[in-house]
């Protein structure tokens, strides 16, 4: 396939969500736009990855600027006055995202990657388990942690995952006061978390269930 146009084509139709059609509009739209706002944009993705760095704890992706040299992590997790008995296990960068924009939540964040979808095989493919069970550890040890809110959308992914996780994260809370949690009925069913307004995401918050 020698034709750029269909080369980059098939590159965005590889992004989450776009389907052909919508990848070619991609490169349409490009065509548009001069060309130094597009040397721009190349010079942009090629260093994403060095300028931007993910926090060994929440997992979640920050900019380099944002580092401290004391510290790894990100700033949410290097915030003292964050409540640390509570941690809220999340499928995206973008459910933290919505939920800090909501401004109800104060606890800290897990980032899983992704959701595990109904096969059982190769689940450490889909998503941070081992990440999570290595926080999960930790923070059971310094004792601080009270509740792990298990924050996925409604959809069936999303449940199928709050019960893979049930099973693994059961066990490891066995001796321990920690509880788990689920975001209440305020979320409807089969709605993303991300896409969730801050009135919901705080209903959600403040009528969840543990079990
Ligand atoms: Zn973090």
Do not use: W
């Amino acid at each position: 396939m020698d034709d750029p146009l269909q080369k980059l084509t098939a590159l965005f139709a590889k992004f989450p969500g776009i389907g052909g059609r919508q990848a070619r509009r991609f490169v349409y739209f490009l065509l548009s736009r001069d060309e130094t706002e597009l040397k721009r944009l190349g010079a942009m993705i090629a260093d994403i990855k060095r300028d931007i760095t993910q926090c060994p704890s929440c997992q979640r992706f920050f900019p380099k600027s944002d580092l401290i040299k004391e510290s790894k992590e990100c700033k949410i997790c290097r915030d003292s006055a964050r409540d640390g008995s509570l941690l809220i296990v999340v499928e995206k960068d973008n459910d933290l995202d919505s939920l800090e924009k909501s401004g109800t939540y104060e606890g800290h964040y897990f980032i899983l990657g992704g959701t595990v979808p109904n096969v059982e095989k190769e689940v450490p493919r889909f998503i941070r388990i081992d990440a999570l069970k290595k926080i999960v550890a930790e923070k059971t040890k310094s004792g601080n942690l009270q509740e792990i809110i298990l924050g996925l959308s409604l959809t069936p992914a999303g449940e199928h995952t709050i019960s893979y996780l049930r099973t693994i994260l059961s066990p490891l809370l066995a001796n321990t006061k920690v509880q788990i949690s689920m975001l209440g009925r305020g979320l409807s069913t089969g709605t993303e978390l991300e896409y969730s307004d801050s009135e919901t995401l705080k209903n959600a918050l403040l009528n969840r269930h543990k079990e």
